[in-house]
């Protein structure tokens, strides 16, 4: 399995697109939100991938930075269906109210053929707390983040010789969820910025995490393997020295920091 990062931003970043992600094993594929655009299409033609691959897409909250662009796929893979240029369904998990929101965008916005499509060629699947899907024969849990801003719901997944991936979204990791970070081979996590910016960019504020905040939940939970992504752009060209620099003081695992349409094998 392969992880390949189409965007590392944050939602004001313009110097690299919006963070969101595929998960890609033997040519099928997973897509992690859609960053905040069109924009979702050149990213998956810079890595070679052309858009109709995609069949399915988790959607970690609402926020236009990484809702808008899955909207965009929803719309195309809608008129490509009815033009009989779209092979296969497309199913979309997500939590109530990112379910809700894009059925009120294809109502408001796509044609009633489009909307006739819903639970015939697109399934919008509204997940719970602590439930297990079958996504590409994959076992994938989704859980509850206790986000202090939008509903958000991150994921495990479950792949081979029973190694697991964490994503926890794009907030800090809460202890309520702490099982999911208990022998995973990976975790995905956001920093916002390094420890040493703080008073800049002010990420607590936000609910967000540092670079070193990250790397001492890594660290506490002996993962074997930290992403760090959605990120501010500040010194982009030197990011990865930067992060890696401040992190690897406290992770003793494997620290990456990836550019956009960076592939990580996993």
Known sequence: MKLIMLGTGNASATECYNSCFLLSDKNKHILVDGGG????????KKVGLDWKSIHNIIVTHKHMDHLIG????????????????????????SHEEVIFLIKDFMKKFLEKRDNDLLDERLFLIEVKNNETYQILEKKVIFFDIYSKKAKQYGFQIEY????????????????????????????IHEAFC????????????????????????AE??????????HTVDKNIENRKELYISEGE??????????????????
């Not at 506490?220 to 992504?229: A, P, Q, R, T």
Request: charged share 25%; hydrophobic share 40%; glycine share 4%.
């Open 37 to 44: 655009g069109s924009n979702i299409f050149n990213q998956l």
């Open 70 to 93: 899955v909207l965009w796929i929803v719309r195309m893979v809608c008129q490509h269906i009815n033009r009989d240029e779209y092979d296969g369904n497309l199913y979309v998990y």
């Open 160 to 187: 081979e010789n029973n190694s697991k991936l964490t994503c926890c979204g794009d907030e800090p990791f809460n202890i309520l969820n702490k099982q999911y970070l208990e022998n995973v081979e990976w975790l």
């Open 194 to 217: 390094l420890k040493s910016e703080e008073a800049l960019f002010k990420p607590y504020e936000k609910n967000h995490s540092t670079v070193v905040d990250a790397c001492i939940i």
């Open 220 to 229: 506490k939970f002996k993962v074997k393997n930290l992403v760090l992504y």
């Open 249 to 266: 003081k406290i992770f003793k695992g494997n620290l990456y920091v990836p550019y956009d349409l960076e592939i990580i094998p996993i």
